[in-house]
């Protein structure tokens, strides 16, 4: 079945610093790719999204880009702030839909100023 | 404003002692879903509504219960609740199964 492995956290960064959180993929098809946030406190918000092989998702300064050849969706950000301090989730869905979406185990950030 | 309520925000309760925890969304939704997150395991869907009347098991159903008799409400019921349900449960909606989910912000239950 569909399955999504991200990197173990927790991941501490200093204010500024580049951040990647890997991610990668098993999937029949063509899943449609995802990172959702999750703030403190909160429920989870989608932060971008890729639906074909090569797209580019991005939102508040994030990337990622869906590669196909390396089943993998990683969340990147040049310069990150103490706001992004969250819990990152991938996900993916095989069928269009959320009926059949799949998470990750999350990725809890903390960014220190 | 545009939301999804979940009630109650924080649950204690004893093994056996049925419970509801309910999610109610102003938007108008088709979809609804329940999810638990627990340490470790992610999120995990409990179970899932296309529409009124119209539910479906995701992938960890045992143990609980739903119902869809209005469009806005989707209420998850524990009929005899164990210590392995407690968790961090979430309700979430979007227009159609294609569209943006949108997040209750959880329901922390213990079971003890």
């Known amino acids: 079945g569909d399955s999504v492995t991200q990197m173990e956290g927790p991941v501490t960064l200093s204010e500024e610093a580049f951040l990647t959180i890997n991610c990668t993929y098993t999937?029949?098809?063509?899943?449609?790719l995802f990172w959702y946030v999750q703030y403190p406190g909160e429920g989870l918000q989608l932060l971008l999204k890729?639906?074909?092989?090569?797209d580019k998702g991005s939102n508040k300064g994030f990337e990622a880009t869906y590669r196909k050849e390396t089943t993998s969706f990683h969340l990147e950000k040049g310069s990150v702030q103490v706001s992004d301090s969250a819990v990152y989730f991938c996900?993916?869905?095989?069928?269009?839909?959320?009926?059949?979406?799949?998470f990750g185990t999350g990725t809890r950030l903390t960014i220190i100023p | 404003e545009a939301q999804v309520t979940q009630n109650p925000r924080y649950l204690i309760t004893v093994t056996g002692k049925k419970l509801t925890v309910t999610c109610s969304q102003n938007?108008?939704?088709?979809?609804m879903s329940w999810y638990r997150q627990d340490p470790g395991l992610g999120l995990r869907q409990i179970y899932y509504?296309?529409?009124?009347?119209?539910?479906d098991k995701g992938d960890v159903p045992e143990g609980y219960k739903v119902s869809r008799k209005e469009k806005r409400n989707f209420p998850l019921i524990l009929e005899s609740p164990s210590p392995n349900q407690t968790s961090l449960y979430f309700c979430a909606s979007s227009g159609t199964t294609n569209e943006k989910l949108f997040f209750g912000s959880g329901t922390q239950l213990s079971v003890l």
């Open positions: 890729a639906t074909k092989a090569d």
């Open positions: 938007m108008n939704h088709e979809y």
């Open positions: 996900a993916l869905t095989s069928n269009f839909g959320n009926e059949k979406l799949t």
């Open positions: 999937a029949t098809g063509y899943p449609s």
């Open positions: 509504s296309m529409n009124v009347e119209v539910t």
